[in-house]
């Protein structure tokens, strides 16, 4: 834990304390920027709160006395309900404007980990509960140097394994044939070969199959990929071996042994404007260091669908943060699933990704990364500006 930058981040949102707080590992971020790990035999609730000044004071039941010892601060017991309550009110005392892993109206429901019940008691006290989702961000999402350059290494690698993904998948089409899920197996076995690792994925979806974002083939499902098909992957990966490996994660679509319809072309035209836009409004906010939150990077990107009459076929948010989870704790390019208000902090990484889908037919998708630094914001890989012809 790093205490003295928690106490910054405290200090310049005008909170109090930051108020930790878990059950039974309900709150992994909690375990996390407090550098507790994982392993503990957690059965009772703890409390740990850290002040925008001074010392940080933590709360324990009695048979699970030890749980925060490996942090600073003043230890307080408890046993029964009663004693709890009464403890945490004098833990809190002096602290008025409490951050917690809350957020009003569930708008950000990555990080509302505190009950309801919690809040109800704390502001039966007087306290104001403010969410710590820009801190989260910060202590979750800001990447190191390291981390960054993990990012382009898998980058490197994997922008190399899709584009012999689709020599292979032509080869074998006009070689005897292939399906969905014979394809998935062999970018994970290129990516174990890389010295990466993946998750559930990747994703190859063939005709009616790109049309379902979140589509995985099985052997059960599996589609044939013939002549004449409309092809999506979705891929992703990072360095094995590394715990803090960032994530590399893009979508690309192409058509086997013909030319794009008039529709294809226009849908991955519309798709790849809209990705475009979410990008320089992000670029165009870092040049000038102006703040831009994720919502607003989305309504860049879903304008333009929108002003193309397809809103109603572009069904899911304009990207995620990436860190060392896939979906990790920053900011998301979002103004339809949530109304995400965090800011998209310097030194983060995530994805851009509209994408169109008509069921029965197809779905177009075209996803790249960005990172940002102080003053600049970057595509990290290939971007897709036409229909590969497979």
Same mark, same amino acid.
Not at 30 to 40: N, P, T
């Given at each position: 834990m790093n205490l003295q930058a928690i106490q910054e981040a405290l200090r310049e949102i005008g909170a109090d304390a930051?108020?930790?707080?878990?059950?039974?590992?309900?709150d992994p971020i909690?375990?996390?920027?407090?550098?507790?790990?994982?392993?503990?035999h957690v059965t009772r609730r703890w409390y740990y709160l850290v002040p925008a000044h001074g010392e940080p004071k933590k709360l324990v039941h009695r048979i699970e006395s030890l749980r925060l010892d490996s942090l600073p601060g003043q230890k307080e017991e408890y046993s029964s309900w009663q004693e709890l309550e009464a403890k945490l009110e004098q833990l809190t005392a002096g602290a008025t404007r409490i951050a917690m892993q809350y957020s009003p109206r569930n708008a950000i429901m990555y990080v509302s980990m505190v009950d309801a019940g919690t809040v109800e008691l704390l502001r039966s006290w007087g306290k104001q509960i403010v969410s710590s989702a820009d801190m989260v961000s910060r202590f979750e999402a800001v990447l190191t140097e390291e981390q960054v350059a993990s990012h382009y290494k898998a980058q490197a690698l994997l922008d !190399?394994?899709?584009?012999?993904? &689709?020599?292979?998948?032509?080869?074998?089409?006009?070689?005897?044939? @292939?399906? !969905?899920?014979?394809?998935?197996? &062999?970018?994970?076995?290129?990516?174990?070969?890389?010295?990466?690792? @993946?998750?559930?994925?990747?994703?190859v979806s063939v005709g009616p199959n790109a049309a379902d974002s979140h589509y995985e083939p099985s052997p059960s499902s599996s589609r044939a990929i013939r002549k004449g098909d409309f092809v999506l992957i979705d891929i992703w990966s990072k360095m094995a071996g590394d715990p803090n490996a960032i994530w590399y994660d893009i979508t690309w679509t192409g058509v086997v042994d013909r030319e794009p319809t008039e529709r294809e072309q226009q849908?991955?035209?519309?798709?790849?404007?809209?990705?475009?836009?979410?990008?320089?409004?992000?670029e165009e906010a870092f040049a000038a260091n102006r703040p831009i939150a994720g919502w607003e990077a989305d309504e860049a990107s879903r304008t333009v669908i929108r002003n193309a009459g397809q809103a109603e076929w572009f069904t899911h948010r304009t990207g995620h943060n990436i860190a060392i989870e896939l979906h990790g704790n920053g900011a998301h390019l979002d103004n339809l699933e949530t109304h995400d208000e965090r800011l998209i902090l310097p030194m983060t990484c995530f994805s851009v990704e509209p994408g169109l889908y008509y069921p029965g037919e197809f779905g177009v998708r075209s996803e790249v990364n960005m990172i940002t630094r102080w003053g600049k914001a970057v595509v990290t890989g290939k971007i897709q500006r036409e229909l590969v012809r497979i």
């Open positions: 930051w108020l930790f707080y878990d059950h039974h590992y309900r909690a375990y996390r920027i407090l550098g507790l790990g994982g392993g503990l !190399e394994i899709l584009a012999a993904g &689709w020599k292979q998948i032509g080869e074998r089409v006009r070689s005897g044939g @292939t399906d !969905e899920y014979t394809m998935v197996n &062999w970018l994970k076995e290129k990516i174990e070969q890389a010295g990466m690792i @993946t998750e559930h994925g990747p994703n849908t991955f035209a519309t798709v790849t404007a809209a990705r475009d836009a979410a990008i320089k409004a992000v």
